[in-house]
């Protein structure tokens, strides 16, 4: 069993930066690849980050450039850096196991003036 647990979100004005947390539980951590997922309003959730187990990451490509997704598996965490953060970059953010039905609850960020 994991848990997901996302921290971070928030308003922030356009071209400014804020960072995701994800905290995982379970001893399992290390060996799954982990991503986050962006919904926004209205749309289909979409993949936004992925970094695999040995922290090969990749990028959707309209954050390419701006986001850093990391991990920690010694402290079982991935965080999601957003820099130059745009309005379209609003929505709920989750945290995901890859190959996995587990999911964070979510976290708000809202990009706007």
């Known amino acids: 069993q994991v848990q997901l647990v996302e921290s971070g979100g928030g308003l922030v004005q356009p071209g400014g930066s804020l960072r995701l947390s994800c905290a995982a539980s379970g001893s399992i951590f290390s060996i799954y690849g982990m991503a986050w997922y962006r919904q926004a309003p209205g749309k289909q959730r979409e993949l936004v980050a992925s970094?695999?187990?040995?922290?090969?990451?990749n990028y959707e490509d309209s954050v390419k450039g701006r986001f850093t997704i990391s991990r920690d598996n010694a402290k079982k965490k991935v965080d999601l850096q957003m820099n130059s953060l745009k309005p379209e970059d609003t929505g709920v953010y989750y945290c995901h196991t890859l190959g996995t039905d587990y999911w964070g609850k979510g976290a708000l960020v809202t990009v706007s003036s």
């Open positions: 970094i695999s187990r040995s922290g090969f990451t």
